[in-house]
């Protein structure tokens, strides 16, 4: 099992990105997905899962600005992140979901 995680970056706050996962080694479509995130001296934490049948689930404090999506025909899925905030910043990890299978990271800074 390999998860790949890219598309992080330094956004001023108000902004967006598009964070991507590519799974390998597994039937992606038999899955639910997650993306995690971990802020300096934080703890990890939860913020976003697609269940295999799409069912779609979110941290309270981004529901109305990130969106998770998935892609099985590639193999991905996809947090897109709208209305940044500081306190999003973190590295954020994508994680088959219920598994100790994760990705290596990608970071996001928000800040001005």
């Known amino acids: 099992v390999q998860l790949v995680e890219s598309g992080g970056g330094l956004v001023q706050p108000g902004g967006s990105l598009t964070l991507s996962c590519v799974a390998s080694g597994f039937t992606f479509s038999d899955y639910g997905m997650s993306w995690f995130r971990q802020a300096p001296g934080n703890e990890r934490e939860y913020v976003a899962g697609?269940?295999?049948?799409?069912?779609?689930f979110y941290k309270d404090s981004v529901k109305g600005r990130f969106t998770i999506s998935r892609d099985n025909a590639v193999d991905t899925v996809y947090l897109q992140m709208d209305s940044l905030k500081v306190e999003d910043t973190g590295v954020y990890y994508c994680?088959?979901?219920?598994?100790?299978?994760w990705g290596q990271g990608t970071q996001v800074t928000v800040s001005s």
């Open positions: 994680r088959r979901t219920g598994s100790d299978y």
């Open positions: 697609v269940s295999k049948i799409n069912s779609k």
